[in-house]
């Protein structure tokens, strides 16, 4: 009865490939969100999706393209791997009103460029 | 300047021990603060909100003080169990939506 799932947990991969990360919750929320974490510990926003809407785009390079087929799932697709993408990525997801804040986080894709 | 600062630690604190900490942040219009815990290699997870008269949970007290825009956390007598890293959590409403704003996170390592 996991309530963020995220496939896979880890991810080894060169530089110049292209992967994907899957993100599910059954929790029944509305809003979904993609978190960076490096190799420092900052936790950094860079999607959120509200019914399968972009609602935040923060500053990320374009060859990060996130996709919500449904407000359940929300996927990351990365191009073109760099050795500074490796880090933690984090899925999350929270209901829109009035908890927002209350996220809820998947257990983490530890990615690593080589 | 960061928007969310706080101290790395580690602060190594005796078991029994009370143990507390601040986080500074720097947007005057924020308008949420809340404290997440991250254990080694996991998630983030809520712990507790931060009021503007204080709250307490447990053996958890928050603080907020809004003149002098901190977020405090105290933990008293201090178990194994809650080593972690305590992330101090800022809220700004945007029209955009709701962005929640992460500090680097405070070590905290309880020993026997």
């Known amino acids: 009865d996991t309530a963020v799932s995220q496939t896979p947990k880890y991810l080894v991969t060169q530089m110049g490939n292209d992967k994907s990360i899957k993100c599910e919750q059954n929790?029944?929320?509305?809003?979904m969100y993609w978190y960076k974490q490096d190799s420092k510990k900052f936790l950094k926003i860079m999607f959120s999706?509200?019914?399968?809407?972009?609602?935040i785009n923060e500053t990320v390079p374009n060859r990060f393209s996130p996709k919500s087929p449904d407000k359940a799932h929300l996927n990351l697709h990365i191009n073109s791997l760099e050795l500074g993408d490796s880090a933690v990525y984090f899925c999350?997801?929270?209901?829109?009103?009035?908890?927002?804040?209350?996220?809820?986080f998947g257990p983490g894709t530890r990615l690593t460029v080589t | 300047r960061k928007e969310v600062e706080q101290d790395p630690g580690p602060f190594n604190v005796p078991e029994g021990a009370t143990v507390a900490f601040n986080c500074t942040y720097s947007n005057s219009a924020s308008q949420s603060f809340f404290w997440y815990r991250q254990d080694c290699r996991k998630e983030p997870k809520l712990l507790m909100s931060v009021y503007s008269s204080g709250n307490e949970d447990g053996r958890f007290t928050a603080q907020l003080n809004r003149a002098s825009q901190y977020i405090s956390l105290l933990i008293r007598d201090s178990k194994l169990s809650d080593s972690a890293t305590y992330l101090c959590v800022v809220n700004a409403i945007k029209a955009a939506g709701n962005k929640l704003t992460f500090g680097g996170g405070t070590r905290v390592l309880v020993k026997p």
């Open positions: 999350a997801s929270s209901q829109g009103r009035p908890r927002v804040y209350e996220q809820y």
């Open positions: 999706y509200n019914n399968k809407e972009l609602i």
């Open positions: 929790l029944g929320h509305d809003t």
